[in-house]
């Protein structure tokens, strides 16, 4: 992935061979266009699409004077730097109209809890029996406390190296969680899973209940009034893309490598701990993570 595009590129060379600020503006060209088509091709109706129209074109209209004022002083670094936040946060709004979009698209294929209880099975792991341990045990108890904090553990991979000077690996880690939904979202259309507990058929925690209500609801023939679907991945687990994701934006921070990649794992393990994911959407989010990782090298 190239993290910037040389001051003298003429325009057609940037069209071409474009820096990372370009490549961030076709990606949010391509997320509105699937956004827009996809919710027309399957139903998908949002609440007051106008505000969010205007909400978008209101942060476009207050960024793009300090962009322009850092460019003309030649403080290409802060550019960047204010370029990438955005981006960061128009993906975290946007992102889930594709993944709304794709669990629609797979919604008259079978729910594949079923296979995903075989497939563990046969790996000779059963998620209910790691969930019933870890409630007893300092370790999962640990990783149980773990699950929750992957979003301020992102939130750092994209502002730590951003502050620190190390802004390429912020602009990685945005490009890999990028190529992650291009590969994952058709899996998750095609293999559309709840979660163990229902693969298991036991009784749900309330997380777990809004999770699958959400999922059942989403699936539902007919109109679906849109809303961000936290939490509805089940294979592959991007829980677990995320947590490598992060080990990688701040692998540049050698006094960090070790405690990242530590609390990364501990994270990886909580999805089995808390039961909220089956060892294959483990095995699977893994194989996502380090083909993005490779991909955006």
Not at 235 to 245: G, R, Y
Request: with cysteine; charged share 10%; aromatic share 14%.
């Amino acid at each position: 992935m190239s993290t910037s595009a040389p001051q003298g590129q003429s325009w057609v060379q940037r069209f071409f061979k474009p820096g990372f600020n370009i490549q961030m503006a076709y990606a949010c060209v391509a997320i509105l266009l699937v956004s827009v088509l996809g919710c027309l091709l399957t139903s998908t109706h949002v609440s007051d699409p106008g505000i969010l129209a205007l909400g978008l074109g209101a942060a476009i209209v207050v960024a793009l004077p300090v962009i322009l004022y850092l460019q003309e002083k030649e403080k290409f670094y802060l550019r960047d730097s204010v370029l990438t936040v955005l981006w960061a946060l128009f993906f975290t709004l946007m992102l889930g109209f594709p993944v709304t979009v794709a669990a629609r698209l797979g919604m008259g294929i079978r729910l594949q809890d079923a296979h995903f209880v075989a497939w563990d099975r046969w790996l000779g792991v059963n998620v209910t029996s790691i969930a019933a341990w870890a409630a007893n045990h300092w370790l999962g108890i640990l990783a149980n406390r773990s699950y929750a904090m992957l979003f301020p553990f992102m939130r750092i991979a994209i502002l730590l190296p951003v502050l620190t000077g190390k802004m390429k690996y912020a602009q990685k880690f945005l490009a890999a969680n990028l190529v992650a939904f291009v590969l994952g979202l058709p899996l998750f259309a095609l293999l559309p899973g709840i979660g163990p507990w229902y693969g298991y058929h036991l009784a749900a925690r309330p997380d777990q209940a809004f999770c699958q209500a959400l999922v059942l609801l989403i699936r539902q023939p007919g109109p679906y009034m849109y809303r961000y679907p936290s939490g509805v991945i089940c294979f592959p687990s991007f829980h677990v893309v995320w947590a490598i994701l992060c080990v990688h934006a701040l692998w540049g921070f050698r006094f960090l490598r070790i405690p990242v990649s530590l609390f990364s794992a501990l994270i990886v393990f909580s999805t089995l701990t808390t039961g909220n994911h089956y060892l294959c959407d483990v095995l699977a989010g893994i194989v996502l993570a380090v083909s993005a990782m490779v991909i955006t090298e």
